[in-house]
C-alpha cells in the first residue's frame, strides 16, 4: 500500500503517515502469524433485531422514537471492553472500548440544525421526530436509548508528524448502531458530549463555532462525492465553554454544542496502530477481523492471509477516499 500509495500520489505528503501506519500493523501481524495460527473471530449468532437498532414500522418512516432504537450489541458482543467502567482520565489497555456515558449540559438546549436527509433515508425517521423532547434529549446525550450502551473508543495516532499514543474519543460518545431497511448499518455518535477516559486535558466539550463547521462540511464533502460520516443533528446550550480560538492566549466564553454524527463506522487506522504498538497482537487480529466481517464481505476471514490479500481494508477505504480529494 505505501509503495502503491506514494507512486500514485507523490504530492500528498500525507500519504506517508498513511503507508507507515499500514505498514507497522501488517509487519505486527505478520509476525505474530508466525508465532502461531490466528484466532478466528467469533461472531454472535443471534441475528435479531436486538443486534443492531431498528424500526418497528416498516411501511412508513417512524412518527416517534417509541419505534425507533439502536443497540451496541453487535460491538460489545465481540470487541473487549475495559473493566474499569468510573469515568475518569487513564491509560486504558487490552480493548477497544469504555463504557462512558454523555454528560448532559445543565441550561437548556435547542436544536440549531437537522438533516431531512439522514434521518428519513438513512435513520428511517420522519421529520417531524426532529420537534420532539425524546429528540432533543437523544441528541443531546441526555437520553440513552435502553438497548444500547454509550462507548468512547481507544485509538492512537501520530501528531504534527510524532507517535502520540494514546487519544481516543476524549469528547465523543458511540450511542449505538442503526440497521435501516434498506439493510445498511449506521453508528451514531455524539460530539461534544462530555468527558471520557481519553479526554487528556480537554474539557469533552465542543462549541457552537466548531460544530457548525462539522456540520456543513460533512454534508458538503457528501455531496461533492467524497466518503465521509453524515451529519444527523447540532444542538446549542448556554453553557460556558471556554475557549482560545486563536491560540493567542485570548481565552473568550462561547456556547457549547453537540453534533449526532452517522457512519458505516468509526473505525480508522490508529484503532488498529494503538494495538500493535502495544503488542496486544490477539487483540489487533480480532478488531481487524471484525472489520473485514462487516465491511468487507469479499475477504474470506477464515484465510490464513487474509490481511494482506489483495483487497485489504487499507486499500479498500484509504485508496478510493485519496483519489477523491484530488
Request: net charge negative; with cysteine; aromatic share 8%.
Amino acid at each position: 500500500l505505501g509503495c502503491c500509495c506514494l507512486t500514485r500520489r507523490p504530492q500528498f505528503p500525507h500519504l506517508l503517515v498513511l503507508s507507515v501506519a499500514c505498514h507497522a500493523v501488517v509487519c505486527c501481524l505478520l509476525r505474530s502469524a508466525r508465532e502461531g495460527s490466528a484466532n478466528l473471530l467469533l461472531l454472535p449468532s443471534n441475528k435479531s433485531n436486538h443486534v443492531q437498532g431498528y424500526c418497528e414500522i416498516e411501511a412508513r418512516l417512524a412518527p416517534s422514537l417509541d419505534f425507533w432504537t439502536l443497540s451496541s450489541e453487535n460491538l460489545i458482543a465481540v470487541l473487549p471492553i475495559d473493566p474499569v467502567q468510573e469515568n475518569y482520565v487513564r491509560k486504558v489497555k487490552n480493548c477497544i472500548f469504555s463504557i462512558a456515558f454523555p454528560t448532559p449540559f445543565e441550561s437548556r438546549v435547542r436544536l440549531v440544525a437537522v438533516s431531512k436527509e439522514v434521518l428519513e433515508d438513512i435513520l428511517d425517521l420522519d421529520l417531524s421526530v426532529s420537534e420532539t423532547d425524546d429528540f432533543i434529549q437523544l441528541v443531546s446525550g441526555e437520553k440513552i436509548v435502553s438497548e444500547s450502551v454509550p462507548l468512547a473508543h481507544r485509538y492512537g495516532g501520530h501528531q504534527f508528524g510524532v507517535w502520540a499514543d494514546q487519544l481516543g474519543d476524549g469528547r465523543a460518545h458511540l450511542i449505538g448502531t442503526y440497521m435501516n431497511r434498506q439493510g445498511e448499518k449506521w453508528e451514531l455518535q455524539l460530539k461534544g458530549s462530555g468527558k471520557t477516559p481519553y479526554s487528556r486535558n480537554g474539557d469533552g466539550r465542543a462549541v457552537l463555532r466548531s460544530s457548525v463547521r462539522e456540520f456543513l462540511c460533512s454534508e458538503a464533502m457528501h455531496h461533492l462525492g467524497i466518503p465521509t460520516s453524515r451529519a444527523v443533528s447540532l444542538v446549542v446550550s448556554d453553557d460556558e465553554v471556554w475557549r482560545d480560538q486563536f491560540y493567542n492566549g485570548n481565552i473568550s466564553k462561547e456556547r457549547g454544542a453537540v453534533v449526532l454524527r452517522a457512519a458505516k463506522s468509526w473505525f480508522r487506522i490508529g484503532s488498529l496502530e494503538i494495538l500493535a504498538h502495544h503488542g496486544e497482537l490477539d487483540l489487533l487480529r480480532t478488531l481487524l477481523d471484525f472489520i473485514i466481517v462487516e465491511h468487507f464481505p469479499s475477504i474470506d476471514v477464515k484465510e490464513s492471509d487474509r490481511y494482506v490479500v489483495s483487497g485489504t481494508p487499507f486499500s479498500l477505504v484509504g485508496l478510493p477516499v485519496l483519489e477523491s480529494w484530488d
